[in-house]
């Protein structure tokens, strides 16, 4: 007698299934999420320019994801030798024009020269007629540590922000020419740069004319993921040490994990298909795919109470995960939009761990790219949309 999966089952796998960010057919725009998923998954993506919606609708028509409002407008469409003269006002029009011509590409305008240099405040007050005016989703600056703090202020204001490194153009008249940058000791700087940015929160970053050997130093780099494990499979290598591979899932996608015979030794106690895991490691792009090399796996619920047991601050307790804990019923897709509805309006920097109830068991998920202000009135706003008891705050000090 063979066993037929059930509607609500395949329905399930289904929507596990994620659609490609290339060419894919969602109805809604692109956003970061979706973008950070795809990096999970290792899938690869194009960006062009666009200034005019004829051109953006072919774009977006052919699942282009992400389409940029450059200021290589100044030269494309006004005629400039650079990008250095083209202004806000200039951009504005193009801007709102590639988004009316789109329905599914996240829309990024280019600040130009001048706009957002002098302070994170005007940087903010720019991005907001790009936003408002124009209907971007996000915005793109030039520049390494001298705009972090214009990143940072963005990103605290809900902007989403691209970087970009390497040959700045707004800076052409500074390196000489358009030339290649990144050679030597320029490297070491303009890779702590990249990491400045990633550190004050740019989603992406454009490396332009850099040698490729520097721009493939993110290959390697450790992560901190959490998720579910499915499909655990373990095997011997030949000299007898045990090892395993599973997926490691959440609610952005999935990532295969390996765990070599050393840290499989520590994880092999908790390491079970189902379970909610910590997983530490680095990531490795081979010729499969993007896979992250555990060097350490903890049952999730553990690594909290780890982290939790670390008073901050001389002591005095301060939030360091919100759980919202949510049964999906007959419309999970639904339940969780409202729930993302809900951390969107109390943005903060405490990571969200989703208890989901399913079929009388909780699975535990933290949400990737997803942080809240564990506030009274989160907790007031998440027990009216979800009932008494359906949020939670741990605090450092308290296991």
Not at 31 to 45: S, Y
Not at 85 to 92: F, G, H, R, S
Request: negative net charge; glycine residues 12%; proline residues 5%.
């Amino acid at each position: 007698m063979n066993a037929q999966p059930s509607d609500s089952g395949a329905a399930a796998a289904k929507a596990r299934t994620a659609e490609p960010l290339y060419g894919g057919s969602a109805s809604r725009r692109v956003t970061v999420r979706d973008l950070a998923a795809a990096k999970a998954r290792g899938e690869r993506w194009p960006m062009l320019t666009a200034y005019d919606a004829l051109t953006a609708r072919v774009f977006d028509d052919a699942g282009i994801p992400v389409l940029l409002v450059g200021d290589s407008a100044g030269m494309v469409v006004y005629g400039h030798d650079t990008t250095i003269p083209v202004t806000v006002d200039d951009l504005i029009p193009l801007t709102a024009a590639v988004v009316r011509g789109t329905r599914r590409a996240m829309v990024v305008a280019d600040l130009p020269f001048g706009s957002y240099q002098i302070s994170p405040g005007e940087a903010l007050a720019t991005a907001s007629r790009f936003l408002k005016e124009a209907g971007a989703h996000a915005v793109k600056l030039e520049g390494g540590q001298r705009v972090v703090h214009q990143v940072e202020e963005l990103v605290q204001a809900g902007v989403p922000v691209m970087a970009h490194l390497g040959l700045t153009p707004q800076s052409v008249n500074a390196f000489g020419g358009y030339r290649v940058q990144g050679r030597g000791e320029d490297g070491d700087r303009l890779l702590h740069d990249a990491k400045a940015l990633e550190a004050a929160g740019a989603f992406s970053l454009v490396l332009e004319a850099i040698p490729a050997d520097l721009a493939a130093k993110g290959h390697g780099s450790r992560v901190l993921l959490f998720g579910h494990a499915t499909g655990l499979k373990e095997t011997s290598t030949k000299g007898g040490n045990r090892m395993a591979f599973f997926t490691l899932e959440d609610m952005e996608g999935t990532v295969e994990v390996t765990v070599f015979p050393e840290p499989f030794k520590s994880a092999a106690a908790c390491l079970r298909s189902g379970e909610a895991v910590l997983v530490r490691g680095r990531v490795d792009d081979g010729d499969k795919g993007r896979v992250v090399l555990a060097e350490d796996v903890r049952l999730l619920e553990q690594a909290l109470a780890d982290y939790g047991s670390r008073p901050k601050n001389g002591g005095v307790s301060e939030p360091n995960a919100c759980r919202i804990r949510v049964t999906p019923g007959e419309d999970p897709s639904a339940v969780l939009a409202a729930v993302r509805q809900l951390c969107g309006e109390h943005p903060g920097r405490v990571p969200v761990f989703l208890h989901l109830v399913l079929g009388g068991q909780e699975v535990v998920v933290r949400t990737r790219g997803l942080s809240v202000d564990a506030s009274k009135e989160l907790v007031a706003d998440g027990e009216t949309l979800l009932g008494p008891g359906a949020i939670s705050v741990d605090y450092a000090g308290r296991a």
